[in-house]
């Protein structure tokens, strides 16, 4: 968890900092706008840019897969405020520096980067990861991600799908953070879209579950 300093000057109010405290412990996804043909730009040799932008802000950053081939990819980054608000700042000064150099072809990233903010929870939520057949991934995601949404209604988590490899290459990693229970519903609910088979002890809200028994987690809520 991040720490956040408590210290403030007598100019500083109450409302204030609790303002300041509200802002580091809110967990918020931003959506913004990237030119396709700037998504390696981004990415970078090897995912060794979109990494380094991970590593250095503290958030995730991902580019969503149901519009692979639209010609402004959206990018979805997760985590703190703050280090989300870092790693907007970090790519918009890699583009900035990429239509300088000629790399972009003259596309402005002042006009193509825009984003949306929601805030999807707080600093109690949770974050698990749970793997899945790669040829079922489709099934999860749906056409135009209709399934993976309707996942997402019901659950009441957000899941994203990682650009992180999986256990072995037959398989891909799905990114689920909320509740407990909100974790637990959405992987119950991405198994049975996928056709697998899972085991399943519900007590209250407690779940053991995963497919093939790369994936077994039991949570409490």
């Excluded at 981004?42 to 991902?62: L, M, P, R, S, Y």
């Excluded at 890699?94 to 006009?111: D, E, K, N």
């Excluded at 899945?132 to 949404?149: E, H, N, Q, T």
């Excluded at 953070?177 to 056709?195: D, F, R, S, W």
């Amino acid at each position: 968890m991040d720490q956040i300093s408590t210290s403030t000057t007598g100019a500083e109010s109450k409302e204030e900092l609790s303002l300041q405290m509200d802002l580091h412990s809110l967990y918020v996804q931003s959506i913004i706008g990237i030119p396709g043909a700037s998504v390696d730009i981004i990415v970078g040799k090897g995912g060794e840019t979109i990494q380094k932008i991970q590593d250095e802000t503290g958030a995730k950053v991902q580019f969503m897969e149901d519009d692979r081939h639209s010609p402004v990819r959206n990018c979805a980054i997760i985590g703190y405020k703050h280090r989300v608000q870092k790693a907007i700042l970090m790519i918009y000064e890699i583009l900035q520096l990429s239509s300088f150099t000629g790399r972009q072809g003259g596309l402005s990233p002042a006009v193509l980067l825009q984003e949306t903010e929601k805030e999807i929870y707080h600093e109690n939520y949770q974050r698990e990861s749970m793997s899945v057949p790669a040829d079922k991934c489709g099934l999860v995601i749906g056409k135009g991600g209709r399934s993976i949404k309707n996942i997402i209604r019901q659950s009441g988590a957000h899941i994203n799908l990682s650009i992180e490899p999986g256990p072995s290459s037959n398989e891909k990693i799905f990114d689920i953070y909320g509740t407990p229970c909100q974790i637990q519903h959405a992987m119950v609910l991405i198994n049975e879209k996928a056709g697998v088979s899972m085991g399943s002890t519900i007590h209250g809200c407690t779940h053991q579950y995963g497919y093939g028994g790369i994936q077994n987690v039991t949570l409490g809520c």
